[in-house]
């Protein structure tokens, strides 16, 4: 697919999100953004505000499998990966696949389940498959998951570790909207006479495999590669941070990068693109150290000193 057909299928997309998540669509690019580079996506906010609601539209904008698992304190590995059942009839034991066997999977409040439920997804994250009593199942492609997290409510969680949380290309919140989207909002609903959304679906499954193909003829220019290594290599050596980006990091900006600059409608990557998504591929990685809560500085922040502070060159595409 053409980088040019590309960014003007995105760009239907994000309108026809738009429809129903009024005022959000920066978001609603990133996200997208996030899918394109095959990236799974962390989105951190407060109840309320159309976290889930997006992940749902979004898997029928892009005719995707979708499933959503509620996270609670009971719930257990087999209850996301499957599990092997015996079957009287047939005298055998069958696999039974469980809600992760899908293209989008909406993890809803990830941190109230516990740690070795969270751990279930490691390896469908990482390696699009799961492995169940020595047995290898490939997830079918694409594979995506968008996780939900609340950051009030912390008694009775279990905080992601860093490790799962470096699995996830972009961590973004939502926001509250203003007044006057919120009144659209309120309007909307009105007109629709009823609860329930939908939208129609805008690009295909194999288009988006497509367009996702298409980011890696998207040019990187040595000198912005050494920018992006740059700022990770800042985050390593700065005093306020315990724990740095690692290579991982590095990749994130790179793919987010591209997909930015592809929905742009461009062939190659300029530093504002890496500007552009550095604070959501990199700041959920950073581990600030303990003495800074007391002025409440957070790894947002940090990065978006080092953006300030790191030189971004003139890259000149070739």
Known sequence: MKIAALAERTREVVATLGRIVVGKDAVLERILAGVLANGHVLVEDYPGLAKTLIARLLAQTLDLGFRRIQFTPDLLPSDITGSFLY???EGRFEFRPGPVFTNLLLADEINRATPKTQAALLEAMQESQVTIEGQSFPLEQPFLVIATQNPIE?????PLPEAQLDRFLLRVGVGYPDADAEREILRRRRERRTDAATVPTIVTRDELLAMQAALENVFVSDVLERYIV???QATRSDPRVALGASPRGSLAVLKLARAEAAMRGREFVLPD???AVAVAALAHRLVLKPELWV???TPAQVVETL???VPAPV???S
């Open 87 to 89: 079957d009287q009839r």
């Open 154 to 158: 912390l008694e009775g969680t279990y």
């Open 230 to 232: 740059a700022l990770a």
């Open 273 to 275: 693109d890496v500007k």
């Open 295 to 297: 002025s409440r500085t």
């Open 307 to 309: 953006l300030q502070q």
């Open 315 to 317: 890259a000149e595409p």
